[in-house]
């Protein structure tokens, strides 16, 4: 088969994938409409894996959209959110006519030059693209992430079968409103398509954490990146969930690496890594942290990590005057009483392990997904006063805090979670913080989209 039989076979293949989740999203809405109307039932975790079997093999955003609302509390109903969970990046990667077709685009016709060996095999496939571990002709061992053709399209697809999705449930249900959910997801999944970004974003992190000997962050090799190909230095590591067996007092130094890694360049410089998946960050020997794929990066301005802190303080002293002021900080509006006291269920739920002095678990995973409880609980009361939309900032903000305390229960650590936050904060202050949030971004050429 030659190129262009490949191309037109992948077209084809993935214009039956969209068919299928078209007819599994609509089945999905006559299913609700029946429940809710005609008093019929649904068996929803049937009908989830269904969904499920649709989704699991596309190559495109949905599948990290679907494991970004399984951590929203109840965004989909609870067989839903548990099903998205399970979605994998497992669509086969490209073949090495299409690879060598595409390599030559972005770097020439004379591209293997460049390298001592480039193998034809991909080492891991991704949402957007794909990576060849190589090494260049100096000898230096490279990853080669290089993004799938025609993702712009795949994306503009994906986004409508998203609108579809959430229309479908806020038709079943309208605790949360879902409008600015859709908006963060789209504004950032677009941005992952351009690896001249990402690379800015990589040497960004680099500079952040120079002096956090827990992180480590590759180094873009400009020569050989474009932006639909970024190569860095390769980072040896093993995945983390080699370590979940692993000695206690070394499990907990690796929560504890990872901490400083996801949160420094949050209360430092308020910038947050979005994506906290498995498969973004790597163990070294000396337990710290290999911090990778920096294509999902979120920019707050400075008074929304205050609203953060603000919020913490507010829990710590039942003040709730305080508590609104956060949750007006970060966006929501015309809150009443029962929403705030619904809020700060969930605010108590997230700040729990770092609310109380002493060593403990970071918390408790019910039925498979770390908050599920709780989340059940907001969900209810949410619906009983009224519902609430969820500002654009919340969306990762919250993604990080379960996608890490997941890791964190994965491997059973017990830390002073107190101890290290309230260290990491004691000397912030939003005025510095801006200042040097628009420093380190100038630095590095990064247009501040809260300006």
């Not at 999203?25 to 499920?52: N, S, T, V």
């Not at 390298?115 to 991704?126: G, I, V």
């Not at 290089?146 to 998203?162: E, F, G, N, V």
């Not at 120079?210 to 873009?220: E, F, R, S």
Request: some cysteine; glycine content about 6%.
């Amino acid at each position: 088969m030659n190129d262009s039989d490949q191309e037109k076979s992948n077209l084809s293949h993935r214009i039956m994938r969209y068919g299928k989740v078209s007819g599994a999203m609509a089945g999905l809405a006559a299913k609700l409409a029946g429940e809710r109307y005609l008093g019929l039932k649904i068996e929803r975790e049937d009908h989830a894996q269904e969904l499920l079997g649709a989704l699991g093999n596309l190559k495109g955003p949905l599948m990290k959209v679907g494991q970004i609302l399984a951590t929203i509390p109840e965004a989909l109903p609870a067989e839903y959110a548990s099903a998205f969970q399970q979605l994998q990046s497992n669509a086969p990667p490209m073949g090495w006519p299409f690879v060598r077709r595409r390599m030559k685009t972005e770097l020439g016709p004379d591209w293997q030059s460049l390298f001592e060996s480039f193998p034809q095999n991909a080492t891991a496939a991704a949402s957007l693209g794909q990576v060849h571990k190589s090494v260049t002709k100096d000898g230096q061992i490279v990853a080669c992430k290089l993004q799938y053709p025609d993702m712009t399209s795949a994306i503009d697809a994906d986004l409508r079968q998203l609108k579809i999705i959430f229309s479908v449930f806020e038709r079943y249900d309208k605790a949360i409103s879902t409008k600015y959910i859709y908006d963060e997801l789209k504004a950032r999944l677009y941005e992952e398509l351009d690896y001249k970004r990402e690379a800015q974003y990589t040497a960004l992190f680099a500079d952040m954490l120079d002096n956090t000997p827990q992180a480590h962050v590759p180094a873009v090799v400009d020569a050989l990146s474009t932006s639909r190909l970024l190569t860095s230095t390769w980072q040896d590591g093993a995945p983390i969930m080699n370590y979940i067996d692993a000695p206690t007092e070394q499990r907990n130094e690796i929560a504890v690496n990872l901490f400083h890694a996801w949160y420094t360049p949050l209360y430092h410089y308020g910038i947050i890594h979005g994506d906290p998946h498995l498969g973004n960050y790597t163990i070294r020997d000396d337990n710290s942290i290999n911090l990778l794929d920096f294509g999902c990066v979120r920019i707050f301005p400075a008074k929304f990590v205050g609203g953060v802190i603000d919020l913490y303080r507010a829990l710590q002293h039942n003040d709730d005057a305080r508590a609104v002021h956060a949750y007006e900080t970060w966006g929501f509006k015309n809150l009443n009483k029962e929403q705030i006291e619904t809020l700060n269920i969930w605010a108590r739920f997230l700040y729990g392990p770092i609310l109380e002095d002493k060593v403990r678990p970071i918390g408790e995973i019910t039925d498979g997904v770390y908050g599920r409880e709780t989340a059940r609980e907001v969900h209810m009361k949410l619906r009983e006063v009224g519902g609430v939309t969820v500002p654009r900032e919340f969306v990762f903000m919250d993604r990080a805090a379960l996608g890490l305390g997941s890791v964190f229960l994965h491997l059973k650590a017990e830390v002073n979670w107190y101890q290290i936050f309230n260290q990491m904060i004691e000397t912030f202050d939003t005025d510095s913080m801006q200042k040097q949030q628009n420093a380190i971004l100038d630095k590095h050429g990064i247009e501040n989209s809260n300006d």
